[in-house]
Structures are given as structure tokens and as C-alpha cells.
């Protein structure tokens, strides 16, 4: 009788402590949105950051698109993949610094594109 509730006790925990372990998150219902879910599979820091990075490549390159900003060269590429394996290599402190430089990008070109809208046209003076 006592090893039969030891068992029983015993098959209720291990479900608990298998999904205790770490991994990666689960897929949200329905499909995975992002087509890059499986970099998620590591849990190393430099691999989070990576992911991270190449993600907010990703957006900000998409922005300097939506306002025509015509910035080129590998810093704009819409490569995913590259960023990332960039951000792997590189040093954690120069990933973030080179997110603030493309975001120092962004300003300057956003701060432009509002004069060039804000200027009145040739000869129509408001």
C-alpha cells in the first residue's frame, strides 16, 4: 500500500519537474510568427543578444524605409541572418552601440523629413 502512494506521488511530481527545466518558449497558438523562432532554441546570452539585435535591425531598417531615408551599406542590409551572426562575434558593449548609432540615424533623418514638410513651397508664402 505505501509503495503504491509513493508512486503515485511520485508520477504526479515528475511532470512538474520536467516542465521546470529551461528551454526555449513555447510557440504561440496558431503558427509561429516569427520566422526566426529558432534561434530562440539557444540560451546562451550572446545568442539572446544576437536575436535581440537582429530584431531591432530589422525595425529600424524597416522605419528608415517607410520615411525614405536612402541610408545604404551593411549597417542598413536587410539581411536578418547577417545581424545576427554579426551580433555573435561582435562585443556586447559595440552591439548596443551600434543599435544608439542607427537610431542617431533615424533622428537625424526624421528631424528632416519634419523641416522638408514644414517649409512652405516656392513662392506661396503662409
Known amino acids: 500500500m505505501k509503495a503504491s502512494y509513493l508512486i503515485l506521488v511520485w508520477l504526479m511530481l515528475v511532470p512538474f519537474a520536467a516542465s521546470?527545466?529551461?528551454?526555449?518558449?513555447p510557440a504561440p497558438p496558431?503558427?509561429?510568427p516569427d520566422p526566426?523562432?529558432?534561434h530562440y532554441q539557444h540560451e546562451h546570452?550572446?545568442?539572446r543578444l544576437a536575436h535581440w539585435y537582429a530584431g531591432e535591425s530589422m525595425r529600424q531598417n524597416e522605419d528608415a524605409r517607410r520615411m525614405m531615408c536612402g541610408f545604404s551599406g551593411q549597417r542598413w542590409a536587410l539581411d536578418w541572418d547577417m545581424h545576427y551572426r554579426w551580433?555573435?562575434?561582435?562585443n556586447p558593449n559595440r552591439v548596443y552601440?551600434?543599435?544608439?548609432?542607427?537610431d542617431r540615424h533615424l533622428a537625424r533623418c526624421?528631424?528632416?523629413k519634419l523641416r522638408e514638410h514644414r517649409r512652405p513651397p516656392r513662392g506661396r508664402p503662409y
Open 20 to 25: 521546470a527545466q529551461p528551454g526555449p518558449p
Open 30 to 32: 496558431g503558427g509561429n
Open 36 to 38: 526566426y523562432y529558432r
Open 45 to 47: 546570452p550572446q545568442h
Open 87 to 90: 551580433a555573435l562575434r561582435a
Open 97 to 102: 552601440r551600434e543599435v544608439e548609432e542607427r
Open 110 to 112: 526624421r528631424s528632416s
